[in-house]
């Protein structure tokens, strides 16, 4: 191994453990027995696993969270689809253009654009109120989950793409010189060949909504939060392993999502 | 099969035009092929017969039915792509029953049909297997089965051959065209490859630039090319720019004199060309009698490139103008060497003069 090497590798290990640490401890914090957070910890414990389902917001938070997130994925993938295969199928400007277009929702903080939209949806209300609709746009399910479908809409179109990225568009001119109709090509033809890249989409996008915190936060109402909230708001006023527990959890969730994603279309050659 | 008739077809892209005005008649059972170098619109052409295409104007009519405006899907061509565009995720059978369940054939109709057209390709051991299992010929076959097994009014083929090795080029070809006489198959091919044009074809396209150039049987295009472009692009040829002198002579812009028998006609700038194998040549020492309905140069070899059955003698005129002879090679032939002083001789009536 030449110093090169060695210096390269000592650096990966660096950020890798920068990484992982927080998580790390966030997991050991979660089998601490006491209730205050010391180190060294004086003894390990389970309860604050079973703890977490006492908490009714954990619960509620979490049910939201589950709704939020696959309606948002269902409803993205139906929009996120037909905009890749339209992509996939153009290698002009203006499809590099939409191609941009279709990323920003990623690209802009998630802070900025919950303000975005909760104004937006605020102006939405009023102007409906001036034309005599009384619509409840703010702090609906319907507002959330629309703000959501923004955020799995741009993984959509990535990972859709990707798996066109071998597909040969004459195998689906074949299908319709054999009599398909643009439908039963789609259907028999396109859709299978892409089916891991959309399930990849769909557990993606699912994932990104589900642990999604600075955008939700503008745009929840009463009695509607999402986990992540519910996790914000439990630590403004306690910081115990119950916390670390839900946490773990939600990582667990997530981490097997992405895991599974991955088996499908390599997250590496999309992130 | 169904006698196709294409009239005066064109497609413009903008400002560029793919294809200017074709009109083609294909009879039924004929096997017609559209030759020309990339991007002279022969494939824009298929692609247009095949309802991929939408033309600018003009009207595409296969047997009686005018299929102008009709989508693929309604067309009932047979199309074999390039990269046969075989579905990965069917097996072989499938993928040639695909076109059957699409025009809800019964169950047991699509299962004999499928067989028959497999063991028309030979393939009918194959038909559980998935298509990456197969070979680029069998893969083929499969596309030329699966095209067949709708019973098509027209068979397409899109450069059929192109991903194919030469050996197996050879004989795909052969196979190609015993199966379309057999079967009576009214065909368009479209190919740059001009040996694969010349062994299949009952007749063939020229095009370039989006126009047809030329369209006739073999012969025609080799021996009354119509121009230029076909002169050169089918077979070789010499060429040599210049006009007609008032005596009927062919006088070169080098001023090389070529006496062109009874067919000194034509005015202002004109092409002679003449095919490689028809300049004969002798060694200054062998000089024969003279013939007089001989034309002769001398000139220098500079190049000899020997092709097996053939060695291509480059001659430098006293003009600076070039030409290749084409000399068999026979035991009893003697090659000139080069820098040897040699003379070229070829009947009056063996050159053409072209005025496009």
Known sequence: ?271 | MARVQLTQLVKRYGETTAVADVTLDIAQGEFMVLLGPSGCGKTTTLRMLAGFVKPTSGRMSVGDRDVTSLPPWLRNTGLVFQSYALFPHMSVAENVAFGLQMRRLPRADIAIRVSEALDMVRLGPYAARMPRALSGGQQQRVALARALAIRPDVLLLDEPLSNLDAKLRAEVRVEIRELQQRLGLTTMMVTHDQEEALTMADRLVVMAEGQVRQIGSQRDLYERPANRFVAGFVGRANFMDGTIDPGGFFVSKGGTRINLGARGNGAGAVTFSIRPEHVHLTAQALKSATGKNLNRLHGTVTVASYLGAATDIHVLLPTGERMVASVPNRPDVRLPLVGESVELEWPMDSGLILTD
């Open chain 1, 1 to 271: 191994m030449s110093w090169r090497d060695r210096a390269l590798a000592a650096a990966a290990l660096t950020s890798l453990g920068f990484v992982l640490l927080p998580i790390v401890f966030v997991v050991w914090l979660a089998f601490f027995a006491q209730e205050i957070a010391v180190f060294p910890p004086r003894g390990y414990s389970l309860r604050w696993f079973n703890a977490v389902f006492e908490h009714r917001q954990f619960v509620s938070g979490f049910i939201t969270s589950l709704q939020v997130g696959v309606a948002a994925t269902i409803i993205g993938l139906c929009l996120g689809i037909p905009a890749a295969l339209a992509l996939a199928r153009r290698h002009d400007r203006v499809a590099k253009g939409l191609n941009q277009l279709l990323l920003l929702p990623i690209v802009a903080p998630g802070v900025v654009l919950g303000t975005a939209l909760y104004i937006f949806q605020v102006e939405a209300e009023i102007m409906a109120y001036g034309q005599g609709y009384n619509l409840a746009v703010i702090g609906s399910a319907g507002g959330l989950i629309a703000a959501h479908v923004l955020i799995v809409i741009p993984w959509t179109v990535r990972l859709v793409l990707a798996s066109l990225e071998g597909f040969d568009q004459s195998t689906r001119e074949a299908a319709l010189n054999l009599g398909a109709t643009p439908w039963i090509a789609f259907r028999r033809v396109t859709l299978p060949m892409i089916r891991p890249g959309i399930v990849a989409a769909a557990l993606f996008g699912f994932v990104m909504s589900f642990g999604n915190l600075e955008m939700s936060l503008f745009l929840v109402g009463p009695g509607r939060t999402t986990l992540p909230i519910a996790i914000l708001q439990y630590l403004e006023w306690k910081l115990d392993p119950t916390i670390a527990a839900v946490s773990v959890y939600q990582m667990l969730l997530i981490g097997s999502a992405l895991l599974l994603t991955n088996h499908f279309v390599k997250l590496s050659r999309v992130v």
